[in-house]
Each structure stands twice: as structure tokens, then as C-alpha cells.
């Protein structure tokens, strides 16, 4: 196992460097921009058919209950085949969908039913693409760098996220979905192109045991790992009780004013905070003490938010909670994969995106508690629950550490 205190060295500037990792960059900026167009695009739609919280809800059940079948495969997937390899192959079948949208928004026979039918081809693609970009960091720059790399893969990540929802509501409000959904078609496209130059399919498995024996070690790894099990109780709590909320934004958006244009705007305020937070992660600073904390203000912040009448102090406080989401989330991902022993990691990747696997259910859940009782109740509720959990893990991690502090003084 390896020392979760031990900090490999390395800047961004040394990963910005290779190609592989350059090309890995441009590939996700073209990923995330298309998923935030999107993410926008169906949602408002969605809305805008229905205007029903529920559907909202029902929508991004169908988009993320793969998580829970697909994400503990993909593991043993990469192990097997490569991870840029099953990128590509994700990534195809999620412009497929896009397409599908085109045709049937251009045509005006879309309907309710066709928009759950794509947004599961959506689903089962980002539940095998998420764990796979990761992989491919680590495969691009190796161990010294991932901590740099993956900051610099969440900067650009969080300038798509602040661009893509934006460029998402203004081509949903000037050009019409469907064009939208072309958008996203192209440059999924283009993403999966560069994904095939990038030469890179490490393939990790040595003799090769049965799927359910590889799921089974890599559970078995996270729970004798006690800072890889903490990363993932953590981002259980974070997939199941906090990330829901995005999936309302139509909803917060229309009670503040914004309509399709605001909705672009809120759903981007998160990533104009991330882009300070990544920077200070790129100097490869932060240990489990920083996500933890990061991870606590960041869904207090959101609490705060949820009571929010003025669309533009929403947005303010979408951009502070960002700063804080940054820290969490690219800690996170980073100390999984720097604890995690190298035989493990593509299967605790994998189980990082299955500890997930609840948030369809949960988002179902608020969606009719939402049009019950009002989404800034439900919503802030679930918020407050995850922020008091995450405060209690930030509070005993600072604990331990303290503890070591004084135990290797006194030695």
C-alpha cells in the first residue's frame, strides 16, 4: 500500500510537455464541452415538454442507474482491452445518440419517451468514459506527474464546464435544440479522432482470473486501504446526497428568473470557481486534510444557494462553492490513485464511479419530493445532510494527522 502522505513530485509545466498527455487534453475539452451542451440541452427540453421536476428526475435516473451495472466492469474492461480503446468506443455510441436527437428535434417527432431512450445510450457511455479518462492520465504522465496532470485535466475540464452550459443555453435559446445536439455530435466526433492518436492502451492484467474474482479483489483492496476506503465513502456520499441537485438547475433557474439563458449561466458558475481551485492543486499541494474540507464547505456553500431569490448573488455563490468543489473532486481522484496499489487502480477507479451507483434513485426521490414540497427544501436538506457527514470526516482525518503530527515528534 502506498503512503498517503508521501507526495510525488513534479509540475504542470513537466506534463504539459508530452504529447500524449497534450493530446489526452484536447480530447477531454472536446468530451466535456459536448456533455455540458448536452447536459443543457436535453434537460431544458425535457423541461420544456414537461415542466415537471419528476421528469427531470426520471431523465437523469435512466442517465446514471448504468453506473451501478457497468462502472464495477470497467475495471476489469481496461485491465483487458485498454482503456483507450473502450474510451472510443463509449464515446461512439454517445455521439450516436446525439445524432438520433438531430434527426428527431429537426423532424419534430421528438417525444418523451425518445429522450429516455437516448439519454440511456448517454448513460452507459459516460459510465465507462469518466473511470477511463482518469486511467488515461495516469497512463500519459505516470506517478510523479498525476497529481499536476490531473489538476490541469480538471482546469480545462472546469473552463468547459464554464463555457459549455453557457454556449449550451445560448444555442438551446438563439438556434433551437437541435442544433444543439449537432454541436455535441461534432465534436464528440472529433474527440474520439484524437482518442485514436493518442497510441496509448496499457493493458494491466497479468494472469487473467474471472470477472466477479477481479471486482472482488478490488472491494477487497478498498477496504483494507483505509485512505482509498475513505475517498469512497466520501464520494458516495458526495454522488448520492450533493451532485443530484445539477440535475434540477432547470428548475432553480426558472424560480430565479434566468430561463434557458440563466440556466446556461448557473450551470456554469460552478466551473468559474473550479478554475481557481485547480491552479492551486496544479502545484501538487493538498493531501486528504484539504479534500476533506474542501468537500464540507463546498456542499455548506450549496445549502446556501438553495435559499438564494437573486439570480446573480446564486451565481456568486455557485462560483465560491466551485473554488472548494475544485479542491475536493481533484484531490479525490488523485489520492485514489496514488494510494491505491498499481494492480488495483484501474478497479478502484472503477468502483469510484460505481460509488455512484445510488444517484439515479436518489435524484428520482428528490424529483417527487421536489414537486411536493418545493425544490429549495428538498434539495437543501439533502445538501445539509452530506455537508454535516463531510465535516465529520474532515474532523477526524485533522484529528489523525494531529495525532501523527505529535507521535512523530515525540519519537
Known amino acids: 500500500m502506498t503512503n498517503p502522505t508521501e507526495e510525488p513530485r513534479g509540475t504542470a509545466r513537466d506534463a504539459i510537455r508530452l504529447r500524449p498527455f497534450r493530446l489526452l487534453l484536447l480530447a477531454g475539452m472536446g468530451l466535456q464541452l459536448g456533455g455540458w451542451i448536452q447536459r443543457v440541452a436535453l434537460l431544458w427540453l425535457v423541461y420544456e415538454l414537461t415542466g415537471s421536476a419528476a421528469q427531470l428526475g426520471g431523465v437523469a435516473f ?38 438520433v436527437l438531430v434527426v428527431a428535434v429537426t423532424g419534430g417527432w421528438a417525444s418523451l419517451p425518445l429522450l429516455y431512450v437516448v439519454s440511456v445510450t448517454y448513460g452507459v457511455g459516460q459510465s465507462i468514459n469518466q473511470p477511463m479518462r482518469n486511467l488515461l492520465v495516469y497512463d500519459a504522465v505516470g506517478r510523479e506527474l498525476l497529481k499536476p496532470a490531473l489538476a490541469l485535466n480538471a482546469l480545462t475540464g472546469n473552463l468547459m464546464r464554464v463555457v459549455g452550459p453557457s454556449i449550451g443555453g445560448i444555442l438551446v435559446g438563439f438556434f433551437g435544440s437541435e442544433f444543439a445536439f449537432m454541436t455535441q455530435a461534432v465534436l464528440l466526433g472529433a474527440s474520439v479522432a484524437v482518442v485514436w492518436m493518442l497510441r496509448i492502451d496499457v493493458t494491466r492484467a497479468g494472469a487473467r482470473t474471472s470477472l466477479l474474482s477481479e471486482i472482488g479483489s478490488g472491494i477487497g483492496h478498498v477496504f483494507s486501504n483505509p485512505p482509498v476506503r475513505t475517498s469512497i465513502l466520501i464520494s458516495f456520499v458526495t454522488f448520492t446526497l450533493v451532485y443530484p441537485y445539477m440535475q434540477f438547475m432547470a428548475v432553480f433557474a426558472d424560480e430565479l428568473g434566468g430561463g434557458a439563458t440563466g440556466y446556461g449561466l448557473l450551470s456554469s458558475a460552478i466551473g468559474v470557481g473550479s478554475l481557481i481551485g485547480s491552479t492551486y492543486v496544479a ?9 476533506l474540507w474542501g468537500g464540507a464547505i463546498y456542499m455548506m456553500l450549496l445549502v446556501i444557494f438553495t435559499q438564494m431569490t437573486q439570480f446573480w448573488v446564486a451565481f456568486g455563490v455557485l462560483a465560491l462553492a466551485g473554488i472548494a468543489h475544485s479542491l475536493f473532486s481533484t484531490l479525490n481522484q488523485a489520492l485514489l490513485q496514488l494510494n491505491a496499489g498499481e494492480e488495483y487502480r484501474a478497479r478502484v477507479m472503477g468502483l469510484y464511479t460505481w460509488a455512484g451507483g445510488l444517484e439515479p434513485f436518489t435524484v428520482l426521490g428528490l424529483g417527487f419530493l421536489a414537486d411536493k414540497f418545493g425544490v429549495t427544501n428538498t434539495l437543501g436538506s439533502s445538501l445539509a445532510v452530506a455537508g454535516v457527514i463531510a465535516a465529520l470526516f474532515a474532523l477526524n482525518q485533522s484529528r489523525t494527522e494531529e495525532a501523527a503530527r505529535r507521535a512523530s515528534e515525540v519519537a
Open 62 to 99: 435512466v442517465q446514471t442507474i448504468f453506473v451501478l451495472v457497468i462502472a464495477p466492469l470497467t475495471g476489469p474492461l481496461a485491465d483487458q482491452i485498454g482503456a483507450r480503446r473502450s474510451l472510443m468506443s463509449a464515446t461512439t455510441l454517445q455521439a450516436t445518440g446525439a445524432v
Open 283 to 291: 502545484t501538487g499541494r493538498g493531501g486528504m486534510r484539504t479534500m
